[in-house]
């Protein structure tokens, strides 16, 4: 009976570790599926972003910021105006859905940055 509950115990610690070990590296090396594309009003320049990783904030790389956005990812997005990916003004990005788009309301800033939601 001490085997067994020793055996019991040795199983319990490995499932233990295994179910730690799965949970940390969840998003570890893990990207978007996809591509984010990004455009300033009045430009037909587009800008994209494929297979971003999912940690960590992200910067919309167009001089004056982005007014319009596609999201042909597998993942949704916030976008923030501001560059590092900061409430501005007390108001919460932008919550953008996979396969969906979004334009700023005229008059407001450009997006500058964004997370992947995950």
């Given at each position: 009976?001490?085997?067994?509950?020793?055996?019991?115990?040795?199983t319990?610690?490995?499932?233990?570790?295994?179910?730690?070990?799965?949970?940390?590296?969840?998003?570890?090396?893990?990207?978007?599926v996809?591509?984010?594309?990004?455009?300033?009003?009045?430009?037909?320049?587009?800008?994209?972003?494929?297979?971003?990783?999912?940690?960590?904030?992200?910067?919309?790389?167009?001089?004056?910021?982005?007014?319009?956005?596609?999201?042909?990812?597998?993942?949704?997005?916030?976008?923030?105006?501001?560059?590092?990916?900061?409430?501005?003004?007390?108001?919460?990005?932008?919550?953008?859905?996979?396969?969906?788009?979004?334009?700023?309301a005229?008059?407001?800033?450009?997006?500058?940055?964004?997370?992947?939601?995950?």
């Open positions: 009976m001490h085997r067994s509950h020793r055996s019991r115990r040795i319990v610690i490995a499932g233990a570790s295994l179910l730690l070990l799965t949970a940390t590296a969840c998003s570890a090396g893990k990207t978007t996809g591509e984010l594309s990004f455009r300033a009003e009045d430009s037909p320049v587009e800008v994209s972003h494929s297979n971003t990783p999912v940690q960590g904030c992200h910067r919309i790389l167009l001089p004056r910021g982005a007014s319009h956005v596609h999201n042909n990812t597998l993942l949704d997005v916030v976008l923030y105006r501001t560059p590092d990916c900061k409430k501005f003004d007390k108001a919460d990005g932008i919550y953008v859905a996979t396969t969906l788009s979004n334009d700023t005229p008059g407001t800033l450009p997006w500058r940055s964004f997370t992947v939601v995950h």
